[in-house]
T-cell receptor, first 113, second 115 residues
């Protein structure tokens, strides 16, 4: 069964450093998403991406965040200058059409020290 | 603001039935989703309602009333492996950009199954 994959599974970085989280969505899916979940809190929407551009973003997705689909398979989230409060699990998701279920990847646990 | 409310924790017995309620007040709506999340893992899709009524899928059923801003997830024949958090999520909230397809989640209901 096709699945969303994410690398790395765990990333430790120092405050102020740049990190890139990588995702490979399900191959025929067209809509891509990033969410985050701070430990013990709810899942929060960050950004959606369609047709090589951002279609929607939340207040959390400020100028330190960017997304890119550099080739036909990868979808990346970059955090330019990490802060302690960026420590969270970051989930990538994809879906075939604009409605219906989103399939989540296993997540990248980001720890900022 | 967006409000999606569900009970924090519920306890049920193996083999029994449990109903997890979710109420929502959001700026937009085009569907309600239920996801299961085991600790430290990703959410996995359970059900999707866009119209009023009941959707049944094996041991899981989900109900939606759009006029009441209300949904529930019904789990039958509970098994120990059903111990997890159950997340209610709404699609259609308007964020910046207008795509309205990101999911807005509630805090989740932690379901404990006892033998």
């Amino acid at each position: 069964e096709p699945e969303v994959t994410q690398t790395p599974s765990h990333q430790v970085t120092q405050m102020g450093q740049e990190v890139i989280l990588r995702c490979v969505p399900i191959s025929n899916h067209l809509y891509f998403y990033w969410y985050r979940q701070i430990l013990g809190q709810k899942v929060e929407f960050l950004v959606s991406f369609y047709n090589n551009e951002i279609s929607e973003k939340s207040e959390i997705f400020d100028d330190q965040f960017s997304v890119e689909r550099p080739d036909g398979s990868n979808f990346t989230l970059k955090i330019r200058s990490t802060k302690l409060e960026d420590s969270a699990m970051y989930f990538c998701a994809s879906r075939l059409s604009r409605r219906g279920e989103q399939y989540f990847g296993p997540g990248t646990r980001l720890t900022v020290t | 603001g967006q409000n999606i409310d569900q009970p924090t924790e519920m306890t049920a017995t193996e083999g029994a039935i449990v109903q997890i309620n979710c109420t929502y007040q959001t700026s937009g709506f085009n569907g309600l989703f239920w996801y299961q999340q085991h600790a430290g893992e990703a959410p996995t899709f359970l059900s999707y309602n866009v119209l009023d009524g009941l959707e049944e899928k094996g041991r899981f059923s989900s109900f939606l009333s759009r006029s009441k801003g209300y949904s529930y997830l019904l789990l039958k024949e509970l098994q120990m492996k059903d111990s997890a958090s159950y997340l209610c999520a709404v699609s259609g909230v308007m964020y910046s950009g207008g795509g309205a397809d990101g999911l807005t989640f509630g805090k989740g209901t932690h379901l404990i199954i006892q033998p």
